[in-house]
């Protein structure tokens, strides 16, 4: 007949080293907490500015003309952070079309400046004239 072993329950020390791990596993998350919440801000910061960046120059693309240089600051609806939208045009870069830089300034929640940049040409030509070039004769 084989004998089986008696099993035993955990102990009071190994019941409170259990617990002593477990308290210094969530004190560490605790303390990370602030730090993945700065970050977070700032990620959602920069998407912000990349939206803005984008918008301006989808809005410059859909009006036809060589676009001015410009300044300005924009404040978001839903946004606690002010931006600043910096326009940069050089009409002489390429021939038919203009070179534009878009770049967006703010301050990070530790007051750190930021600023993105989104460069792109655009045709100086109006949008309705190659859809001329299709048409049959």
Do not use: C, F, K
């Amino acid at each position: 007949m084989t004998r089986i072993p008696r099993q035993r329950g955990l102990g009071l020390v190994d019941a409170l080293l259990g617990l002593l791990v477990l308290t210094l596993g969530l004190l560490a998350v605790l303390r990370l907490q602030p730090e993945l919440r700065r970050h977070a801000e700032l990620a959602r910061q920069r998407s912000e500015a990349v939206r803005l960046a984008q918008a301006e120059i989808e809005s410059l693309r859909a009006a036809p003309g060589v676009p001015a240089a410009d300044e300005r600051l924009v404040d978001p609806a839903l946004a606690s952070t002010r931006y600043r939208l910096v326009r940069s045009v050089d009409a002489a870069a390429w021939p038919g079309a203009v070179a534009l830089s878009v770049s967006v300034q703010w301050n990070a929640p530790d007051g750190a400046p930021q600023q993105l940049t989104l460069a792109t040409l655009l045709a100086t030509l109006d949008p309705a004239l190659p859809g001329i070039a299709v048409l049959p004769r």
